[in-house]
């Protein structure tokens, strides 16, 4: 009787732990789960879909990953265009705020190209709304105008 209730709360928990914004509990940490690369495949500007706007002016991807000193990054990856170098255009140091719930993006770049809202020169705070291992979106207010990211 016992071994059945264990395999009940074993089960439960499989199944408590699957919800649609991420995981209650994983083996990988968010930051773990956050490292990599992502492609834009939706982004919405004050609830106004501008995906194709995005990838017609530079179409680039985001690369999360730490540095030797173990500090974590971002940078343009796979962008159109031979104008966009992605280690010069876009690198930013983040870390995580709030409950892990918020990116903080630090991003002191000067370089006058045409940047989209929250990925530009600046400090920001990424609200994230899901981030599993192949799906990453988040959310930031830039200018009074809310940006909405999903990444995969």
Not at 97 to 121: C, D, M, R, T
């Amino acid at each position: 009787m016992n071994r059945k209730i264990l395999y009940i709360l074993v089960l439960l928990l499989f199944f408590a732990a699957c919800y649609k914004d991420g995981p209650i509990i994983s083996f990988r940490s968010k930051e773990k789960r956050l490292l990599g690369d992502w492609k834009v495949i939706s982004l919405t500007v004050d609830g106004v879909d501008s995906t194709q706007y995005y990838n017609d002016s530079c179409g680039c991807g985001l690369r999360i990953a730490k540095n030797l000193y173990e500090v974590m990054g971002i940078n343009y990856i796979a962008c159109k265009g031979q104008n966009y170098v992605p280690s010069k255009y876009f690198s930013a140091n983040i870390h995580f705020e709030k409950n892990n719930n918020y990116l903080f993006v630090h991003n002191e770049s000067n370089l006058s190209l045409h940047f989209i809202g929250p990925i530009a020169p600046g400090e920001f705070h990424w609200r994230i709304l899901k981030l599993t291992n192949n799906k990453f979106s988040f959310e930031c207010s830039v200018n009074n105008k809310i940006y909405f990211f999903k990444l995969s």
